[in-house]
């Protein structure tokens, strides 16, 4: 029979989907008014929130593979994740015809990840998902990149996008610019020069004022200890998580928050920070 899935639905919003056609199959994939029909063999990638359906029609062979966005960084190796963020980044659906014996690899990667999460028990189950996750993701970012030696970096607004991810996810490990740009398949120079140009900050100063804004929220809607909030924002030293949000607000941590819980009783709003908000 044919299968139809609603990618845009509620649960499954948050997945990006690799579908993987093989010979003598079909399958429609689009929004209403506006749709591609697809021959086998063929491989695509729906990037989260790009198609309204996908339908496979009866009697086709296929394999579908779901991967939630906000949490691919905990199966991926670093080594993978600027493919992953290059696909991740790109406009639109990306369906390609391969050769069948792509297709097959394909499908077989995806099986094994199917079987080692029937049976998450397994001794090195999470390490196999890991690494065929990491083969059916490379294996399509190579057809996606061609031949040239990277990925094409894409807009500045694209680019910028990817970076706000990569912080969101990681601003509490306090990585260096150079990882972060490293994740995005760029030079340091060029992503200091695009956020300076675009958002007039730096990378560096980005980074920081995630951290301080992360802490100050904290402060103000929780009851955890400073040295609690040190710790969970990455900081293994309370003094010196102190300093670093003074450096950044005028005041330490303590003062921080019962200035705020002061101006809230008076029926005043809250404290504004020295900087521009991430945008």
């Not at 394999?63 to 963020?85: I, K, Q």
């Not at 090195?124 to 040239?148: H, K, N, P, Q």
């Not at 029926?267 to 020295?274: A, I, V």
Request: proline share 5%; aromatic share 8%.
């Amino acid at each position: 029979m044919a299968r139809r899935w609603t990618p845009m639905s509620r649960a499954s919003r948050p997945f990006t989907h690799l579908l993987c056609l093989h010979g003598g199959g079909t399958a429609e994939i689009g929004r209403t008014g506006k749709s591609m029909k697809l021959v086998g063999p063929a491989i695509v990638w729906l990037p989260a929130g790009s198609a309204e359906f996908l339908e496979v029609s009866a009697g086709a062979t296929a394999e579908l593979l779901y991967l939630r966005t906000g949490v691919w960084h905990r199966y991926l190796p670093p080594s993978a994740e600027p493919a992953y963020l290059a696909l991740e980044g790109a406009a639109g659906i990306m369906a390609l015809p391969v050769d069948p014996e792509l297709v097959t690899t394909m499908a077989r990667s995806i099986a094994a990840i199917a079987d080692e999460i029937a049976s998450p028990a397994r001794s090195g189950a999470a390490s196999i998902v890991s690494a065929e996750l990491t083969l059916c993701i490379l294996r399509f970012w190579r057809l996606f990149a061609g031949d040239g030696d990277r990925v094409e970096e894409g807009t500045s607004t694209e680019i910028l996008s990817r970076f706000r991810r990569l912080l969101e996810e990681r601003y509490h490990q306090h990585l260096r610019v150079s990882d972060y740009a490293n994740l995005l398949g760029m030079t340091p120079d060029r992503l200091h020069a695009l956020c300076s140009r675009e958002l007039k900050r730096s990378p560096s100063e980005l980074i920081q004022q995630r951290v301080v804004k992360e802490a100050a929220t904290r402060l103000e809607t929780g009851t955890a200890a400073v040295k609690q909030i040190a710790f969970a924002l990455g900081f293994k030293d309370t003094a010196y998580f102190s300093r670093f949000f003074r450096k950044h607000t005028g005041e330490a941590p303590g003062v921080w928050r019962r200035r705020v819980a002061a101006r809230a009783r008076a029926g005043r709003s809250r404290p504004t920070l020295n900087f521009a908000d991430w945008p």
